[in-house]
């Protein structure tokens, strides 16, 4: 197995799922097109720090969905930063 996703890359993904309503870590294992455990130790980070609150719960699956905090908007940015 290749080593965990970084928490940058967890974090855009939950970016790139925010229009539909949020992510989980099974969305962002499946938007990386890796295995969940890949990104478990990236969400679970983001879970701590506060950079992604719950959103609302998808009634279709009965699981909840998160979006980024305003840290969590913040550390992206940092992330994404040259350097």
């Known amino acids: 197995m290749r080593g965990a996703i ?3 890359r967890v974090l ?3 970016e790139d799922r925010d229009g539909s309503g949020g992510a989980n870590l099974r969305l962002v294992a499946w938007e ?3 295995e969940e455990r890949r990104v478990a130790d ?3 980070q983001a879970v701590n720090d506060g950079l992604v609150k719950v959103a609302r719960r998808d009634p279709a699956n009965d699981e909840e969905l998160w979006r980024l905090t305003p840290g969590g908007w913040s550390a992206l940015a940092a992330a ?3 350097g």
């Open 32 to 34: 990386l097109s890796v």
């Open 80 to 82: 994404r930063e040259p």
């Open 42 to 44: 990236g969400w679970e």
């Open 12 to 14: 855009a993904a939950v």
């Open 6 to 8: 970084p928490i940058g």
